[in-house]
């Protein structure tokens, strides 16, 4: 009876759960599979964070229900957080808000914002959420490009003229996942400009803000002036705390959709766990050498990578920010497409990736690599690969 229910009839299947299926079936035989699939850290957070939640877990008092919106010393210590790597003013309480990670707070941000009808401009390839969490709110999604160049802006453009209803949102994601592709401060002045002239509000998802290589930081939209008027960004500590399952995300911006989500967020939840926003605050308020560390691993598994799977011959590009590397897949194996190729790498090479069309028709062709394995299993994996491709290529 469930394929009667209205939204889940809007939802295709979650492909990359067929993936992670095979991939689980592999272990439970005794296989052992090198998972460059699902972006999971593998390394903990520091210890002093860890500490902080143990210590403030022990108070009989931290186990009641908790602010939905999120503390405000955690609050503060974000807009902190923008203050120190951004250069740009917060205000807590109206302009900050607490999420279970930027997953969620995008979802609720859709409920909050979108009506049935409503046509919103999202990436393809785009992470699942950018486009589902507002299919699932009932509005309908207009693809437009993720690679941020000319064909982008006619694509805005094209969108606003003959789009019926006319858009009134749209998502960004630079750092993007699952693309890697990043962007500079004058690609956000337009963006803002654009924002304005079509009055359309800007959602941008900077879940990958600290994974950034080569001495080129990212930027984020909020730098622009007069950003705030049209622009909501979410960031995570996942990646860059490694605390991916602690569920820890933020908005920051426009006061009036901080708000709106805010408001939504009151019926739906009653905040994280204390002990972890407490613990949450030690991350961002305490020493950021781990943060530069996690950046340094990133970066050197990223030459790893290209370096050893160059070698195995299949040639991948080398990412410029965030923990995955985006692959065309093997000259090889066009015909088959990305999800086939990725079942048969994980059948025959023991490597799980996630298939691109997992992220949008756009993405088939390519497949997601994470950097999720120490160097060592990441020289594996491309002999793994040399030997496939050599059997099956």
């Known amino acids: 009876m469930s394929d009667e229910f209205y939204r889940i009839k809007r939802l295709p ?20 599979i090198i998972d460059l699939g699902m972006g999971n850290p593998d390394r903990p957070p520091p210890q002093h964070v860890i500490d902080k939640l143990c210590e403030v877990a022990a108070k009989p008092s931290a186990h009641g229900y908790s602010q939905s919106k999120g503390i405000p010393g955690l609050r503060k210590a974000q807009a902190n957080y923008y203050g120190r790597r ?5 205000d807590p309480e109206r302009e900050v808000v607490v ?28 992470y699942p959420i950018h486009t589902f969490g507002f299919i699932i709110a009932g509005a309908t999604i207009r693809s437009v490009p993720t690679t941020p160049d000319e064909h982008y802006w006619k694509a805005l453009d094209n969108a606003m003229a003959y789009t019926v209803p006319r858009p009134t949102v749209l998502v ?7 693309t890697a592709e990043t962007v500079d401060l004058a690609f956000y002045e337009r963006l803002v400009a654009w924002a304005k002239e079509n009055k359309v509000w800007v959602l941008s998802d900077l879940a990958y803000s600290e994974l950034y290589y080569d001495g080129k930081p990212t930027r984020s939209i909020l730098e622009v002036p007069g950003a705030k008027d049209v622009a909501v960004e979410f960031t995570s500590m996942s990646k860059t705390y490694s605390m991916a399952g602690w569920r820890m995300g933020f908005a920051v911006g426009n006061p009036e959709l901080i708000s709106a989500l805010t408001r939504v967020k009151s019926y ?32 050197h598994r990223r030459d790893v990578m290209v370096e050893s799977f160059g070698r195995a011959g299949w040639d991948i590009p080398s990412p410029p920010a965030s923990m995955f590397a985006w692959a065309p897949i093997p000259e090889a ?61």
């Open 172 to 178: 960004v994601n630079y750092p993007s996942n699952p």
């Open 13 to 32: 299947p979650y492909v990359i759960a067929e993936v992670n299926a095979m991939r689980h079936a592999a272990r439970r035989s005794g296989k052992d």
């Open 268 to 299: 739906l939840d009653y905040g994280a766990f204390t002990p972890i926003q407490a613990a949450a605050c030690a991350a961002l308020n305490g020493p950021q050498d781990v943060v530069e560390e996690n950046r340094a691993r990133y970066q």
């Open 86 to 90: 951004f250069n740009v003013d917060l």
């Open 333 to 393: 194996f066009h015909n088959v497409g990305s999800l086939e190729f990725s079942k048969q790498l994980l059948e025959h090479a023991g490597v799980a990736v996630a298939a691109g069309v997992g992220y949008g028709e756009e993405g088939e062709g390519f497949v997601r690599i994470a950097m999720v394995e120490n160097e060592q299993r990441i020289r594996q994996a491309a002999r793994n690969v040399k030997r496939f491709l050599a059997e099956h290529g």
């Open 99 to 126: 999420t279970m990670g930027s997953k969620e707070g995008l979802s609720s941000m859709a409920t909050a914002i979108t009506a049935p009808g409503d046509v919103v401009l999202a990436p393809s390839p785009s």
